[in-house]
């Protein structure tokens, strides 16, 4: 390095920026409400229907 500073994300797009924040957030971050909502076991079948595609595939 040239010991030059740099602000954090310079010359990072948003749309970059998301992508690194979501590729190093550990998964079941991004489950976290489905876990929260069927933490005593899904009660019903409409309680599984509300959760998206995504969520049922998982990682």
């Known amino acids: ?3 030059e500073t740099q602000k954090a994300g310079d010359g990072v797009s948003d749309e970059e ?3 690194q924040v979501n ?3 550990p998964s079941e971050e ?3 409400d489905v ?3 069927e933490k005593d076991g899904t009660t ?6 509300k959760a998206s595609a995504d969520e049922l595939q998982g990682d």
């Open 44 to 49: 019903t079948d409409t309680e599984a229907a």
């Open 23 to 25: 590729d190093q957030t």
């Open 17 to 19: 920026m998301v992508e």
């Open 1 to 3: 390095m040239s010991g």
């Open 30 to 32: 991004h489950y976290k």
């Open 35 to 37: 876990f929260e909502r």
